[in-house]
């Protein structure tokens, strides 16, 4: 006997699915947990930990490579670039300035491993040199504080440390005329790299904002706040000391006190930041110089900085820096300094300039503009050749 077909027989091609079968057929994900989560971070933690010591063997044996060579451990525009190289790779959501500090303290601890490094800056801790020299070399070197700008050059000097960290000049106030001056007396120490940071500056105190009685700071902080303060505080006397460092630590030790200083510098003496980002200017930058033995390796985008003495003579400065317009260099700064003629106090000084220009001094164009300058002027000095490098906060 034939039967008729069911209706409902299912062909060769199955049953068409609709959404709701679809997710009928799909197992049912269990809801995420804290704990799961937490569990995923475990061990990516455990992956990051076997991927840095991985990454630390290879530079145990690229520290060995430079010791057998005599090279540099340290090379300011290879750490630039790995950190460049770590932001272009990120697609976040991890800060750009977080994972800048990540890889800027790896960095400093990996070259702990090839060798220990000590660096001089104008202390105490926490002052803008020291915080300068913390973003350069991270927190695996030792930093020494000291006592002044020609103290940094002496330890540099004397061995006593392989690098030096000094300020160079200010956006608002110009040079560092301390740092022009060690130049001068030591031109054989070199700039092996640049440290330009956005200066922040707070006003801090235990007492209340009314009661301040005396501010204290660096001279050239508080010039650089000159028109907030007077506003501000005008009840208040500014005291100059020698570090903005110095100054939170008589704010924190006296009463009726304030301190013009960084953010870290509150923190570490527990000082209530009554008003942040008090500067006249918002864009407040101050360029540092890394000072050492030896001058830096060429990197193909470098600066030169030149120290140029000249007699004081209508034209003289124009005749000399002619051969940069000749040969295409660019001149990007440029200070007066002038210094007595040597045992003739009553005769007009002499002037040395400090340049900047574009390039390094072995790049030909250079070189043959230097060659031209040499000639024209009493005294030439090249104070360095190093990479140009970005500002960062403070």
Same mark, same amino acid.
């Given at each position: 006997?034939?039967?008729?077909?069911?209706?409902?027989?299912?062909?060769?091609?199955?049953?068409?699915?609709?959404?709701?079968?679809?997710?009928?057929?799909?197992?049912?994900?269990?809801?995420?947990?804290?704990?799961?989560?937490?569990?995923?971070?475990?061990?990516?933690?455990?992956?990051?930990?076997?991927?840095?010591?991985?990454?630390?063997?290879?530079?145990?044996?690229?520290?060995?490579?430079?010791?057998?060579?005599?090279?540099?451990?340290?090379?300011?525009?290879?750490?630039?670039?790995?950190?460049?190289?770590?932001?272009? +790779?990120?697609?976040?959501?991890?800060?750009?300035?977080?994972?800048?500090?990540?890889?800027?303290?790896?960095?400093?601890?990996?070259?702990?491993?090839?060798?220990?490094?000590?660096?001089?800056?104008?202390?105490?801790?926490?002052?803008?040199?020291?915080?300068?020299?913390?973003?350069?070399? /991270?927190?695996?070197?030792?930093?020494?504080?000291?006592?002044?700008?020609?103290?940094?050059?002496?330890?540099?000097?004397?061995?006593?440390?392989?690098?030096?960290?000094?300020?160079?000049?200010?956006?608002?106030? /110009?040079?560092?005329?301390?740092?022009?001056?060690?130049?001068?007396?030591?031109?054989?120490?070199?700039?092996?790299?640049?440290?330009?940071?956005?200066?922040?500056?707070?006003?801090?105190?235990?007492?209340?904002?009314?009661?301040?009685?005396?501010?204290?700071?660096?001279?050239?902080?508080?010039?650089?706040?000159?028109?907030?303060?007077?506003?501000?505080?005008?009840? +208040?006397?500014?005291?100059?000391?020698?570090?903005?460092?110095?100054?939170?630590?008589?704010?924190?030790?006296?009463?009726?006190?304030?301190?013009?200083?960084?953010?870290?510098?509150?923190?570490?003496?527990?000082?209530?930041?009554?008003?942040?980002?008090?500067?006249?200017?918002?864009?407040?930058?101050?360029?540092?110089?890394?000072?050492?033995?030896?001058?830096?390796?060429?990197?193909?985008?470098?600066?030169?900085?030149?120290?140029?003495?000249?007699?004081?003579?209508?034209?003289?400065?124009?005749?000399?820096?002619?051969?940069?317009?000749?040969?295409?260099?660019?001149?990007?700064?440029?200070?007066?300094?002038?210094?007595?003629?040597?045992?003739?106090?009553?005769?007009?000084?002499?002037?040395?300039?400090?340049?900047?220009?574009?390039?390094?001094?072995?790049?030909?164009?250079?070189?043959?503009?230097?060659?031209?300058?040499?000639?024209?002027?009493?005294?030439?000095?090249?104070?360095?050749?190093?990479?140009?490098?970005?500002?960062?906060?403070?």
């Amino acid at each position: 006997m034939n039967r008729k077909p069911s209706s409902n027989k299912r062909t060769a091609a199955g049953p068409k699915e609709t959404p709701t079968s679809k997710a009928a057929a799909e197992p049912k994900r269990a809801p995420t947990s804290l704990a799961s989560l937490r569990t995923q971070i475990d061990r990516l933690d455990h992956e990051l930990v076997d991927l840095l010591n991985r990454r630390a063997e290879v530079v145990v044996r690229v520290g060995q490579f430079k010791q057998d060579r005599g090279l540099e451990v340290w090379s300011a525009a290879r750490e630039d670039e790995v950190i460049a190289q770590a932001l272009a +790779a990120s697609r976040g959501p991890m800060p750009a300035e977080t994972l800048r500090t990540i890889f800027r303290e790896l960095i400093s601890g990996s070259r702990s491993l090839e060798r220990p490094l000590r660096v001089a800056c104008l202390g105490p801790k926490y002052s803008y040199s020291h915080l300068a020299s913390v973003a350069r070399f /991270g927190e695996a070197v030792e930093h020494v504080p000291v006592g002044s700008i020609a103290a940094v050059f002496e330890e540099v000097n004397r061995r006593h440390v392989q690098f030096g960290l000094v300020p160079l000049e200010n956006s608002t106030d /110009g040079r560092v005329a301390d740092t022009l001056d060690c130049f001068i007396k030591l031109p054989n120490l070199k700039i092996r790299a640049e440290v330009r940071l956005r200066v922040h500056h707070c006003l801090m105190g235990r007492c209340e904002w009314g009661q301040i009685r005396r501010v204290y700071s660096k001279a050239q902080a508080l010039s650089q706040c000159r028109n907030w303060l007077g506003k501000n505080v005008p009840q +208040a006397a500014k005291v100059e000391v020698v570090s903005t460092a110095a100054a939170a630590e008589l704010a924190a030790r006296e009463d009726y006190a304030a301190a013009v200083a960084s953010r870290a510098a509150a923190a570490a003496h527990r000082l209530n930041i009554l008003a942040e980002n008090i500067e006249d200017q918002p864009h407040n930058v101050t360029r540092f110089a890394v000072i050492a033995e030896r001058p830096g390796e060429r990197t193909g985008r470098d600066k030169t900085t030149l120290m140029i003495r000249l007699a004081n003579q209508a034209g003289s400065l124009a005749r000399t820096i002619a051969p940069f317009e000749k040969f295409g260099v660019n001149m990007t700064w440029i200070e007066s300094f002038p210094i007595p003629a040597p045992g003739a106090h009553d005769h007009d000084p002499s002037y040395l300039f400090f340049l900047d220009i574009e390039g390094h001094a072995d790049d030909a164009p250079v070189q043959k503009a230097l060659e031209l300058v040499r000639k024209r002027c009493e005294r030439l000095d090249i104070l360095g050749s190093y990479p140009r490098s970005e500002c960062i906060e403070s």
